[in-house]
């Protein structure tokens, strides 16, 4: 049983360190400079937070109406 109790906690662990992204994490500290310079560079705008929370839901939840149109732009860069 404590195998299984560890095996859990290496499979959050490993979960929380996949899933980062600076999109994400830019929104949400309303870092609208940094924010910029990823869409320019062409980072994928739609990659999740550890909890799933995107950049677009950052941007929503905060009324930030500028970052969600940079958002938008990254977007059609990535359908396109």
Excluded: C, F, M
């Excluded at 404590?2 to 999109?23: F, I, N």
């Excluded at 994928?44 to 930030?64: E, M």
């Amino acid at each position: 049983r404590p195998y299984v109790l560890v095996a859990l906690v290496l499979l959050a662990t490993l979960r929380v360190h996949a899933a980062t992204s600076e999109v994400a994490d830019a929104v949400e500290r309303g870092d609208s400079a940094l924010l910029r310079r990823l869409v320019t560079q062409h980072a994928d705008v739609n990659t999740p937070q550890a909890d799933g929370a995107t950049a677009l839901h950052w941007a929503a939840y905060q009324g930030d109406t500028d970052s969600i149109e940079l958002l938008k732009d990254g977007i059609r860069r990535v359908v396109r």
